[in-house]
């Protein structure tokens, strides 16, 4: 059996972002998706409608089947919601039920919109992050945990020690909402730090373009690559399903396209 990796994230009714992403990314690389559901959503091109967490016994109880019946060999978080399920979450790799997990801390969405409350944030910060293979904000994630503004991957090195302090063994900040290209700078806990470049491609057709990313970085370390191999990786995959939907023509911004073949 391939390796096995386990989403923790809400759902994304329109496919495009989300725990659907994650899966879709997981098949696209030959790895078996499982999933635990921390939200059901309703969501338009442009907005969140509306959105219900799941109770966190539930969110337990879906972890634990996946761990049982299939055993699980790398973990990636997307939105989390409430307190407790961060919490669960934290408990359930402090015990060694689940692996260190591609964080991806879905507190910020690409317009600025803000997801969680400031006690969801501050389990991120206490709980979560510390026990983290890989941390992956995006521009606005990053402000929001720096306090100040971060227009290029260069001035996310300038603050290469407020990551490292967040705890985790790596933090890569994407990005796609960048002034100019979309490079994204990678910080470890070990010292090192460098920018992978990015080259931007002329289309509105990005949703679910970050839960992408998460999802192939957490695949990619999974099959056995380095950080460093892992993380450009990821970022050709997202570059490539941009491309691939990049001539979609929708009532907002589209998703990207997982399927690449």
């Given at each position: 059996m391939p390796p096995v990796l386990l989403t923790i994230a809400a759902s994304d009714p329109l496919g495009g972002a989300g725990l659907q992403a994650d899966l879709a990314?997981?098949?696209a690389l030959g790895?078996?998706?499982a999933s635990a559901i921390t939200a059901?959503?309703?969501q338009s091109l442009t907005a969140v409608t509306?959105?219900?967490?799941?109770?966190?016994?539930l969110v337990a109880a879906q972890i634990d089947a996946a761990v049982e019946h299939l055993g699980v060999d790398g973990a990636k978080t997307g939105l989390l919601r409430r307190r407790e399920t961060v919490e669960l979450v934290a408990e359930r790799i402090e015990r060694g039920v689940l692996p260190a997990p591609v964080v991806d801390p879905v507190m910020v969405d690409g317009r600025g919109r803000r997801f969680v409350s400031d006690d969801v944030e501050d389990a991120y910060r206490r709980r979560l992050f510390p026990l983290a293979r890989v941390?992956?904000?995006n521009r606005a994630e990053a402000e929001l945990l720096t306090s100040t503004s971060l227009p290029t991957a260069e001035a996310v090195l300038d603050w290469a020690q407020t990551f490292r302090d967040l705890g985790a063994a790596?933090?890569?900040?994407?990005?796609g909402a960048f002034d100019g290209e979309p490079d994204d700078a990678v910080i470890t806990a070990s010292g090192h730090a460098w920018v992978v470049r990015g080259s931007r491609i002329a289309t509105?057709?990005?949703?679910?373009?970050?839960?992408t990313f998460s999802a192939a970085l957490a695949a990619n370390l999974a099959l056995g690559q380095d950080l460093q191999q892992a993380v450009s990786a990821a970022g050709r995959f997202v570059r490539d399903a941009i491309a691939a939907s990049a001539g979609w023509r929708l009532d907002g911004p589209g998703p990207v396209s997982h399927a690449l073949s």
């Open positions: 990314t997981f098949a790895v078996h998706g059901v959503t309703a509306a959105a219900e967490p799941v109770q966190t016994g941390i992956t904000p790596a933090v890569v900040v994407t990005g509105d057709n990005v949703r679910g373009s970050g839960c």
